[in-house]
């Protein structure tokens, strides 16, 4: 979703537009004319500020998981139901969690498992993939030091160790090879104690929800084989850029050590 905004000579417009597929759709109307939604000013307000609260407290208490776009509209059409209101609630939320918040609120288009990726999909079907995570805007150093919960460092570095394992094999790999590198570092499937990590699996399924990875079942001669595979936000830029960075890190300090041995 995109928002551009201009002035002319004698008013202030936007232009929301959304890309779906091959279509862009495009919706232009005056900044503050709010005539065409039957809503005012204030109304509008409530929404945004409704929006913010509900994004902000379900991604604190859902351990970050992405919140699908298709709830924020359903949450913005219990007592509207103008078409284009969502896009523009959604798109002055967005805004003000940037300006006020500090937080980037970035659009993920939900994956799908790569063996079910034939086929054309419906626009329905792709605009309910939709989903929205937030993200601190602040520079890594100044996040790691003043915001940054030393709680869930183990978590985060589980989470890269996990999609930097799925990243080297192609970004997809089975269950199978993917607990037996986890065992190699001491991660059992079978342990419920983990004296950081808790449940190691139940961690594992974590990543799954947060759409970190997605799991895809598959049948062959031998019978079902689960495989796991990145997911949307595993792919996103920033988590993408990450990962391969960290991967970069280990494979310059595995170089350094044996070239140090020689």
């Not at 913005?76 to 523009?88: A, G, V």
Request: hydrophobic share 35%; with cysteine.
């Amino acid at each position: 979703m995109l928002c551009f905004e201009k002035e002319g000579p004698s008013d202030r417009w936007i232009w929301l537009v959304e890309v779906t597929g091959s279509r862009i759709n495009g919706v232009k109307w005056p900044v503050d004319d709010l005539s065409q939604f039957d809503i005012s000013k204030e109304e509008k307000d409530k929404l945004v500020a409704e929006v913010i609260r509900y994004v902000l407290f379900k991604t604190h208490h859902n351990s970050g998981c992405p919140i699908k776009r298709e709830e924020l509209t359903q949450l913005l059409t219990k007592n509207y139901r103008q078409r284009n209101l969502p896009t523009l609630v959604i798109n002055e939320a967005i805004q003000k969690l940037s300006t006020i918040f500090g937080y980037e609120m970035r659009e993920l288009q939900r994956s799908r498992p790569s063996s079910t990726n034939q086929g054309r999909f419906s626009q329905q079907s792709v605009a309910e993939a939709k989903s929205y995570v937030i993200l601190s805007k602040l520079p890594s150093d100044v996040y790691k030091k003043y915001v940054e919960d030393d709680r869930t460092a183990p978590l985060t570095g589980f989470t890269f160790v996990v999609l930097s394992i799925v990243h080297i094999s192609g970004g997809k790999t089975t269950e199978e090879d993917l607990w037996r590198h986890l065992r190699r570092m001491g991660l059992d499937e079978k342990n419920e104690s983990h004296p950081v990590l808790g449940n190691i699996k139940q961690a594992l399924e974590t990543l799954v929800q947060q759409r970190y990875l997605q799991k895809d079942k598959v049948s062959g001669p031998e019978g079902h084989t689960l495989f796991y595979e990145l997911a949307e936000r595993a792919l996103d830029a920033p988590v993408s850029d990450s990962i391969k960075a960290y991967i970069s890190q280990i494979v310059n300090k595995e170089v350094g050590t044996a070239d140090a041995d020689d």
